[in-house]
């Protein structure tokens, strides 16, 4: 592979309303944190440029509305992508019991044709006291599904950089394997013809 090598990858972050996805894209990609924040409407859309593997990653990261009445809206920015963060909010019970529906939701909506699509699940807000979700029931949930997990603090800048870089690196593993995939059927779909058939041109 050359140094100079680009590769641009689909990041989303996706899950319910209020877990904090636009406060830990803020912090990987701006590094700074506000307490104060406006529900994402549809999807806002952030790009960071990383060295890899002497690759230069360009992640163009899609920041997607968690609210119930732009899920059909939010579902059509899955398309293409190359990896996802699912996130949930330690302190509140609801966020975790949904993670199911939100990665069946997306799993359904990107039809990859790679099996271990990466999805990383980040339980967020580590830093507040008022835990509902127990870094055991996370982690076991997390086992059960053969899904990597992170506890991250956007306000805290704890774990976010880890969790991105290693997401990074296994969506280029995704993305090189949905290549290679595309050109094995590329040429599975294009037998050679008879050498006498005859041409245009």
């Not at 899904?147 to 774990?159: P, Q, T």
């Amino acid at each position: 592979m050359h140094s100079d090598q680009k590769v641009d990858l689909k990041i989303n972050i996706i899950g319910p309303m209020g877990t904090g996805k636009t406060s830990l894209l803020n912090q990987y990609v701006h590094k700074w944190f506000q307490n104060d924040y406006r529900n994402t409407l549809g999807a806002h859309i952030l790009t960071k440029t990383i060295q890899l593997e002497n690759k230069t990653l360009k992640m163009q990261i899609w920041d997607t509305g968690g609210q119930e009445r732009f899920r059909s809206l939010v579902s059509s920015f899955y398309k293409g992508s190359d990896g996802c963060f699912l996130v949930f909010d330690v302190t509140d019970e609801d966020s975790f019991s949904s993670l199911e529906t939100w990665r069946t939701d997306f799993m359904d909506k990107i039809q990859s044709p790679i099996t271990n699509f990466p999805i990383i699940i980040l339980g967020n807000k580590i830093d507040l006291e008022d835990r509902q979700v127990s870094r055991e029931l996370a982690v076991s949930w997390c086992k059960e599904r053969k899904i990597l997990y992170f506890e991250v603090s956007a306000k805290d800048n704890i774990n976010v950089d880890l969790a991105f870089e290693t997401l990074a690196k296994e969506a280029l593993i995704h993305y090189q394997e949905c290549k290679e995939s595309h050109l094995t059927d590329s040429i599975k779909l294009t037998p050679l013809k008879d050498s006498h058939t005859s041409s245009c041109c």
